[in-house]
């Protein structure tokens, strides 16, 4: 299975040295030197990576023969693609990957069908799965704990406590008039 892990950036000083836009959780793994990777499009690859550092909170990488900064900008805004092993699991206990997920039923903890996850998009502050309800419209599910109670792959679903609104369009409004409404003095 083919797992996009980076995007090249721009080139990085004069010996061929590229930023990348990291796509994994394991950088560490999967954009180690020695690691041969996939390309899109493939006219461009495979790509080898030689040496990697970080600097200034970017990750910066040369690959085998690319040597200089014109080699290394003709290399922009390609993806970089990791072959991995489908039943490869990730290292931390509650991580997934984004294929593990596609296509999970989503219910509630009631066991009222939402829809499948259909795209998982990554956020900087969090992970959204994208869901398909049953009547083709989509429902955006913050991948929260506090949401996302339970991630079942061997029943192949995930079960969800959504807050009022969430799902639809009944959500709950609280506010002051509620209590004058009610007859309660102040």
Request: net charge negative; glycine share 8%; no cysteine.
């Amino acid at each position: 299975m083919q797992l996009v892990v980076a995007r090249i950036g721009r080139a990085h000083g004069i010996k061929g040295e590229v930023t990348v836009e990291v796509r994994t959780d394991e950088p560490e793994l999967r954009l180690a030197p020695g690691a041969v990777l996939a390309t899109d499009p493939a006219s461009a690859g495979p790509l080898t990576i030689a040496t990697g550092r970080v600097h200034s909170g970017r990750l910066l990488l040369r690959f085998e023969g690319v040597t200089d900064r014109n080699a290394a900008e003709a290399l922009r805004n390609i993806l970089l693609i990791a072959e991995i092993d489908p039943e490869e699991l990730p290292e931390g206990e509650d991580e997934y990957y984004d294929h593990q997920l596609i296509d999970l039923d989503v219910v509630t903890e009631d066991g009222i069908e939402v829809g499948r996850i259909t795209e998982i998009s990554h956020l900087p502050s969090q992970d959204l799965f994208i869901v398909e309800r049953p009547d083709g419209g989509e429902v955006l599910i913050p991948f929260v704990e506090e949401i996302v109670t339970e991630i079942d792959l061997e029943e192949q679903k995930a079960v969800i406590a959504p807050p009022p609104g969430l799902i639809d369009d009944r959500a709950e409004v609280a506010s002051s008039r509620d209590a004058e409404d009610s007859g309660e003095e102040s």
